[in-house]
């Protein structure tokens, strides 16, 4: 009796926590940090640095001023908390023989459902074989929570002819997150800072010069 091959590429998305501590990410220096006395780049000659005095800024419109001191450099909070988790995406990827690969594929899409995750994508397609004939098989690849791993792993595996390779890969994303987080303070900030400009105006050019 000829076995059918169906591989199931199996992709799980999962935050894992460790003990790892994580300080949270540099935030992006205001106008008025830069504003400081620099050097200028050394000539052809190998000669040494000249100091560049800067003197003290042109004083800018009402509107404008407060807009690049308030708006453009929004301080760093101390305060937050550093992240304490690293988050980790792991990827584990199953090749499985089953007898019917369209009733697992049936079974693995409401397994995912039933543990909160979803169907990323699915194939089923027909391989032709040198003798003549075929055999069905197939690809799917769903998401489950990260607290269901082994347990989706297992039920997978369960009722199947063969599996044929097993293999667990994780991603740290920890540096992506935070910077991520930290670029969304500082543009909530931003935003609460421009609303309250804006409610503040007066005249018409007072909230165009906001935006310029």
């Known amino acids: 009796m000829k076995r059918t091959l169906f591989v199931s590429s199996l992709l799980i998305i999962l935050l894992v926590a460790a003990c790892a501590p994580l300080l949270a990410a540099r935030p992006v220096p205001s ?3 830069k504003m400081h006395p620099s050097y200028a780049e050394p000539a052809v000659g190998g000669a040494a640095p000249e100091m560049v ?13 407060e807009k690049a ?10 305060s937050q908390p550093p992240v304490q988790e690293r988050l980790v995406i792991k990827t584990a990827e199953l090749a ?36 003549g ?6 690809s799917i690849t769903v998401r489950v929570p990260a607290e ?19 293999s667990i890969s994780g991603q740290d994303v920890t540096a992506d997150y935070v910077d ?11 935003e609460a800072r421009l609303t309250e400009i804006m409610e503040q105006a007066e005249k018409t050019e007072d909230v165009l010069a906001v935006f310029e």
């Not at 001191?69 to 101390?78: H, I, L, M, R």
């Open 96 to 131: 499985i023989v089953v007898s019917n690969p369209a009733v697992k594929m049936e079974e693995i899409q409401r397994m995912a459902e039933e543990m909160g995750g979803f169907v990323v994508s699915s194939n089923l397609y027909q391989t032709y074989l040198r003798g």
């Open 180 to 190: 991520l987080q930290s670029r969304l303070r500082n543009l909530e900030a931003a």
């Open 53 to 65: 005095e800067s003197g003290p800024p042109a004083p800018l419109p009402p509107a404008a001023s």
């Open 69 to 78: 001191s308030d708006v453009v450099g929004v301080p760093y909070d101390a």
């Open 148 to 166: 269901k791993l082994h347990d989706a792993l297992a039920q997978i595996k369960s009722n199947v002819v063969d599996v044929r390779s097993e």
């Open 133 to 138: 004939g075929t055999v069905p098989e197939g």
């Open 31 to 33: 106008p008025a940090e």
